[in-house]
């Protein structure tokens, strides 16, 4: 049906910069809502960012004015920017998209998950 591939996590200086990548694959009829959630150890899953097909961002509080969500649709692939990094922002960063696929002579919709990337912020 539809994969989703993350990219771009690592171990960063508090204050640096990262870059992850999330792209769609599959019988992709249209990509809607993407998003990036974290999970740090003993922590709920909790949404950092979301934005919709027609590119309205939605942020966490704790992430406003220095994460950046961004989409190719053309790509099927959704990007966040996250600057200023602090050692709290230590997770698992998984992506999410809502994904209208072909099955047959239907579009159902579902809802997919990626692996998972580490992003640890050291002090």
Known sequence: QVQ??????????????LRLSCAASGSIFRVNAMGWYRQAPGKQRE???????????NYADSVKGRFTISRDNA?????????????EDTA????????????????P?????????QVTVSS
């Open 47 to 57: 949404l950092v960012a979301s934005i919709t097909s027609t590119g309205s961002t």
């Open 4 to 17: 989703l591939v993350e990219s771009g996590g690592g171990l960063v200086q508090a204050g640096g910069s």
């Open 92 to 107: 698992v960063y998984y992506c999410n998209a809502d994904c209208t696929y072909y099955s047959g002579a239907f579009l």
């Open 75 to 87: 790509k099927n692939t959704v990007y966040l920017q996250m600057n200023s990094l602090k050692p």
């Open 109 to 117: 919709r579902g809802d997919y998950w990626g692996q998972g990337t």
